[in-house]
Structures are given as C-alpha cells and as structure tokens.
C-alpha cells in the first residue's frame, strides 16, 4: 500500500507479528514493493515487552543492528516505564554510550501521562517530556503531544537541532492516543511542517495514523493519501515521508 500510494519509504515497528521481527524477510519484502525501510521502532510497548528479549538494552542493541542491515537510518526508542528502574536510571547514559558506537540516530520518544478520568499516572521515567533530558536526538509525536495536552511548538522548540524524527499524526488532547489522520485535531500539524522546512530539517516525518476505523480497505487507502498529501503539501519536496 506505501508503494501503490506513492510513499517514499517506511518505519517497522517491532512487534509482535513475527514478519517485523524478521530482518530477511523484512529485506525481501522490501526490495519485492520497491519501499525502502528508512526507520526501526524498537519493542518497547506494553504489548512487546518479551519480543527480541526482556533485556530492554538487548532490544535497542538488536534494534540497532536491524537498522544498520537494512539501510535505516533512526532508531526509535521511547523513555522506560517506572517499573524499570535499573534501565531506567542507567537509560540517558546508556543511549548517549550506543550513539557512539554507531551512526544510526536514537531518537528518544515524547511520551505522556497516562490518565483515567480524573486519575493521572506518570508510567515513564526519566520523565515522558523528554526535552528534560539530555539527548543527541528526539523524535517528536504530535498525537502524544495532544494526549499529554503540551504545546507542541514549544516542545519543538525545547528540541532544536537535536530534533531527528517526526511523527506526524493529529489528536483532540483526548486521555486515549489517538493518531489521527494531520488536520482533524487540534495540533499544528502545517505549523510544525513549515517550521521544518524553514529550519533545513534533515530526518524523516513518518506518517503514524491509525486507520483501525476504516470500514474497507479503499476508505483506509484514502485516509493515508490524504495524510501524505497535507504532509508534502507542507513540506520541501526533497523531505522525506515514510509510514509506519
């Protein structure tokens, strides 16, 4: 579908469907479409907690080696969970020590606080704002800046030129992660993307919509067209926009 509808590449996210696991087969499917694979999410959901390992820095050191046999340039990786408290305290560190050791960027995640109802948890350590940490490269997510109910061009901000990620979606500041398609919420999506262009930006805009809602597969074909339309639209035609 990201060849068909005229994308420039992908990210993986690591998962729990095996194919994504998989780096020879992720390479054949790849070169079959045509569709460079440009980004690696590590496995660092709820959901994947015992792919690739339940050693958190054996997931980034397999993440890193994904990316650098299949020709990807980042490597997503989001803050820890509390409850992970020896990576958790060992974690700035840590990823500064692997960005030395490779030229894939890890870039660290935005986050939020998880909230139900009137109830807030703070489920992230250092912190899920990132930008109160020392990192070589963030990525920004606008549907997580919409639940955390932060400004997103302040956060852009806060990154400056360490910024090496986007992804790109929309959210209406509801307590759930919503990523909808750009220019249904509330965020700057064209906002962020004419900044990027004015500031010579040099990584990828992913495009992470969930399109979990379409009732066919034509409907969820036309949301992503209209999500990577509004994306080139906004931004110089020599920035790249993947998919996950």
Same mark, same amino acid.
């Given at each position: 579908?990201?060849?068909? +509808? ?10 729990? &469907?095996?194919?994504?696991? *998989? @780096? ?12 460079? @694979?440009?980004?690696? $999410?590590?496995?660092?959901?709820? @959901? ?6 339940? *050693? ?43 960005? #030395? ?8 995640? =935005? ?17 899920? *704002?990132?930008?109160? #940490?020392?990192?070589? $490269?963030?990525? @920004? *997510? +606008? ?13 852009? #901000?806060?990154?400056? &030129? ?7 979606? &929309? ?22 993307? #004419? ?14 919509? =969930? ?23 906004? +931004? ?9």
């Amino acid at each position: 579908m990201a060849g068909r +509808l005229g994308y420039d590449g992908v990210e993986v996210m690591v998962w729990t &469907d095996p194919v994504s696991q *998989d @780096i020879e087969a992720l390479r054949r499917l790849s070169d079959h479409h045509g569709v460079p @694979i440009l980004a690696v $999410h590590a496995p660092c959901l709820l @959901i994947t907690q015992r792919v690739w390992s339940t *050693d958190p820095w054996t997931k980034l050191r397999r993440a890193q080696s994904a990316a650098e046999k299949l020709g990807a340039s980042t490597v997503v990786v989001h803050p820890p969970f509390r409850w992970q408290r020896q990576y958790a305290r060992e974690f700035v560190e840590g990823v500064w020590r692997m960005a #030395d050791e490779t030229d894939v960027r890890f870039a660290v995640e =935005n986050m939020y606080p998880w909230r139900y109802r009137d109830r807030e948890m703070l489920a992230y350590a250092p912190e899920w *704002d990132v930008t109160k #940490d020392d990192y070589r $490269h963030f990525t @920004i *997510d +606008l549907s997580h800046t919409a639940t955390a109910r932060t400004s997103a061009l302040d956060m852009l #901000d806060r990154m400056g &030129d360490r910024l090496g990620h986007v992804h790109l979606a &929309d959210g209406r500041g509801s307590a759930k992660d919503e990523h909808l398609v750009p220019g249904r919420g509330t965020q700057p999506c064209a906002e962020l993307l #004419d900044r990027l262009t004015r500031t010579g930006f040099d990584g990828h805009v992913v495009l992470e919509v =969930n399109t979990r809602r379409a009732m066919s597969s034509a409907e969820r074909e036309a949301d992503l067209a209209e999500a990577l339309e509004f994306t080139r639209r906004h +931004l110089a035609a020599d920035i790249r926009v993947p998919r996950p």
